[in-house]
Nanobody
């Protein structure tokens, strides 16, 4: 079992920045796909960004050019740098670690609240 702990959420004004962190209890990031998801009240959870084991990244259209996902394998930590935040970015942000090939697994963090005021 792997524990994921997110941090860095909070309240920020529109146009501001936050950096989320997701720390894993085991060294698995280099062999996994790590994603950041978010869920706003009344909405489905959506994928914001992910970085795969080879280091390639992908972003939702709504955050392209504003968010950057990165990882530090030595620290077992993945980051989501969020800039030019908008009120519509308000949500609970979750870290996800996924591996499809054997040994397959998927883990979720507990979530961290991001609130962007207008």
């Amino acid at each position: 079992q792997v524990q994921l702990v997110e941090s860095g959420g909070g309240l920020v004004q529109a146009g501001g920045s936050l950096r989320l962190s997701c720390a894993a209890s085991k060294s698995i990031f280099s062999i996994s796909r790590i994603g950041w998801y978010r869920q706003a009240p009344g909405k489905q959870r959506e994928l914001v960004a992910f970085i795969n084991s080879g280091g390639s990244t992908n972003y939702a259209d709504s955050v392209k050019g504003r968010f950057t996902i990165s990882r530090d394998n030595a620290k077992n930590t993945v980051y989501l740098q969020m800039m030019s935040l908008k009120p519509e970015d308000t949500a609970v942000y979750y870290c996800n670690v996924y591996r499809a090939s054997i040994p397959a697994y998927e883990y979720w963090g507990q979530g961290t609240q991001v609130t962007v005021s207008s």
